[in-house]
């Protein structure tokens, strides 16, 4: 296989068509090698338009999903961004090169060491793999853990806890995937004040939804 022919075929026929225009985004696709994140088993499915497995039953979400992500996050190099879900961090990567410094959080051990592994390899030092359940926010001690710039959920959610709606600043973004199988939204949330929230719809998807996410009820009285 010709790895960057591949890689071409990617940008052009997936990404690209997907409204991801923006030409430092496309420009990032080629600088953060997605292959050197994928695990040996599934190198071949590096640039194709699917899910890749990984360890604990996790998988990378689509090359689209990620560059649509980075692109409406809008990140800038002042910024720190939360992640939920690092998986094998190939999207904390893709963060890393955009902001200041990027925390991701992984509830399986597993996952968490191959993400770290994975960006050392990378020479990628902003990023911090923390060990932690983030599907309902995340109250870290450390001197990374918020309020933050961006925050963006790898997994989806059945409904968004309130939580991540005061972890983030004023202008701040939250890239989430809402709702339930089969239809899911993916959305940016942006604070633009103490008590108020813009939300704009980008589009349908049904990506994997995070473990012990908060469940709405579904009985009415």
């Given amino acids: 296989m010709n790895i960057e022919k591949a890689r071409f075929n990617m940008i052009e026929q997936q990404i690209r068509p997907w409204d991801v225009l923006a030409q430092d985004i496309l420009d990032l696709l080629v600088v953060v090698k997605r292959?050197?994140?994928v695990p040996a088993a599934y190198k071949d499915l590096a640039f194709f338009d699917t899910e890749i497995p990984l360890p604990c039953g996790e998988n990378m979400l689509t090359p689209k999903f990620e560059?649509?992500?980075?692109?409406e996050a809008n990140i800038k190099k002042h910024e720190n961004v939360l992640e939920i879900g690092a998986?094998?961090?190939?999207?904390a990567a893709l963060l890393a090169h955009r902001a200041r410094h990027?925390?991701?959080?992984?509830?399986e051990p597993t996952l968490k060491a191959l993400a770290e592994q994975n960006l050392t390899a990378y020479g990628i030092t902003n990023v911090d793999v923390v060990l932690a359940d983030g599907a309902q926010g995340w109250g870290g001690n450390s001197q990374n853990s918020g309020p933050f710039d961006v925050i963006v959920l790898s997994g989806s959610l059945p409904v968004l806890p309130d939580t991540f709606?005061?972890?983030?600043?004023i202008g701040g973004r939250i890239l989430a995937?809402?709702?339930e199988e089969?239809?899911?939204t993916t959305q940016v949330i942006t604070r633009v004040s103490e008590a108020a929230f813009d939300t704009v719809k980008l589009f349908e998807t049904c990506i994997t939804p995070l473990r012990h996410a908060l469940t709405p009820s579904h009985f009415k009285f």
């Fill in 177 to 179: 995937t809402i709702g």
């Fill in 35 to 37: 292959e050197a994140f």
């Fill in 67 to 71: 560059a649509r992500i980075l692109q």
């Fill in 182 to 184: 089969p239809v899911m």
């Fill in 87 to 91: 998986g094998s961090g190939y999207m």
């Fill in 102 to 107: 990027v925390t991701t959080l992984e509830i």
């Fill in 165 to 169: 709606l005061q972890q983030i600043k």
